[in-house]
């Protein structure tokens, strides 16, 4: 049996409870400028991984990710967050989902759950 014990925590309450618990962050998810490429209506960072396709928009962007994952399905968005306590007000404000920001979930609904069944988690 699996268990998710954290499944049913919102981003919010992740980051509370960092935040609450003065918990050390690494430095990729704050805040960075890196370059990006345009894809699915996300900003994906650049790879050798991702590399840009011709017919792409690319721009170097301060952006940060809502969730660290694989390379080539973890979406960047625009932020100047360079503080646990800039992320909770920039989530307090958002308008879409971390899982909005997973190039997996653009792909197939049930794309995350395939890659927990593959053992991905």
Excluded at 11 to 40: A, N, T
Excluded at 62 to 79: A, L, P, W, Y
Aim: contains cysteine; aromatic residues 8%.
């Amino acid at each position: 049996m699996r268990v998710f014990p954290l499944s049913n925590w919102t981003e919010m309450d992740v980051w509370e409870y960092i935040q609450r618990e003065r918990l050390e962050v690494p430095s990729i998810y704050f805040s960075h400028q890196r370059r990006c490429v345009r894809r699915g209506g996300q900003w994906l960072p650049v790879s050798d991984l991702v590399p840009p396709k011709p017919s792409e928009e690319v721009r170097d962007l301060v952006v940060r990710v809502r969730t660290i994952g694989d390379i080539i399905s973890t979406g960047c968005v625009e932020s100047p967050a360079t503080s646990v306590a800039d992320i909770i007000t920039e989530i307090a404000a958002a308008r879409v989902t971390e899982r909005g920001s997973r190039a997996d979930d653009k792909a197939s609904e049930a794309a995350m759950e395939d890659r927990k069944k593959a053992g991905y988690f």
